[in-house]
């Protein structure tokens, strides 16, 4: 079964040569160690898409079995896909056969088509590291050490991506904060202001730290 790529030519170009020229004008030079995780925004690509692409190049040249896709799950729970291969305007990737056999809940391929968070990394990861297994997973809020003990195993030879977006700033979102110390800044800096807390209280290592912050911003981070 083949997951359609239903955001291309909304949230990303459909058409393929001006994919690959977008995706190319926004690469970095790759880094010297191997990357083992990477932290990647998933909004439209006009909004981040030169982000995700430097992420993405950091790891491009580098050997991995697998990538394991961690998506946040904007309607349901922890699962994985049940399609074989993953559309995209620049090839199909094929899913990795550990989906069949982590014994994780396996989505409907309706709501896996729905999902914008996993979508966004494919067309990333197949220019960047070619038609290399993926194993797309749906996380949901109430997810627990269960499912990193089922992936732990399988991390030292894969790349772990996961697909985040920050801040999600204004009415549309429930989130305009009125925080005194931002007093006489703009939603800009505010926003870089509350994501740089994040990224600091995420880099500690610290999920207590993590979970503080959240608790005392509020931010409307996915994922």
């Not at 955001?7 to 190319?24: I, K, M, S, V």
């Not at 899913?95 to 968070?117: C, F, K, N, T």
């Given at each position: ?5 239903l955001?291309?030519?909304?949230w990303?170009?459909?058409n ?19 990357p ?25 040249g ?8 961690l998506?946040?799950s904007?309607?349901?729970p ?9 559309e ?8 990795d ?28 990861i ?47 979102f429930?989130?305009?904060p ?11 800096d505010?926003?870089?202001s509350?994501?740089?807390?994040a ?12 979970d ?12």
């Amino acid at each position: 079964m083949i997951r359609r790529a239903l955001h291309a030519g909304t949230w990303y170009t459909r058409n393929p040569d001006q994919l690959e020229f977008q995706l190319e004008s926004w690469r970095i030079e790759p880094s010297v160690n191997r990357p083992t995780a990477l932290l990647v925004p998933h909004a439209g690509y006009e909004y981040s898409g030169q982000v995700a692409a430097a992420a993405f190049s950091l790891a491009a040249g580098h050997s991995y079995r697998r990538v394991i896709l961690l998506g946040p799950s904007h309607r349901g729970p922890s699962d994985v896909s049940t399609a074989s291969s993953l559309e995209t305007p620049l090839g199909q990737l094929p899913v990795d056969p550990l989906a069949q056999q982590l014994g994780l809940g396996r989505m409907r391929i309706s709501d896996d088509e729905a999902e914008h968070s996993l979508e966004m990394q494919f067309p990333l990861i197949r220019h960047f590291l070619g038609s290399i297994p993926c194993l797309p997973i749906l996380v949901s809020h109430a997810a627990d050490a269960k499912l990193l003990s089922l992936l732990k195993p399988h991390l030292q030879e894969s790349l772990l991506v996961i697909s985040s977006d920050f801040c999600h700033w204004g009415k549309r979102f429930g989130y305009v904060p009125e925080l005194h110390e931002f007093a006489g800044a703009g939603p800009g800096d505010r926003i870089k202001s509350l994501d740089m807390a994040a990224f600091e209280a995420f880099n500690s290592g610290s999920l207590a730290a993590f979970d503080q912050y959240l608790e005392e911003t509020g931010n409307t981070i996915c994922g």
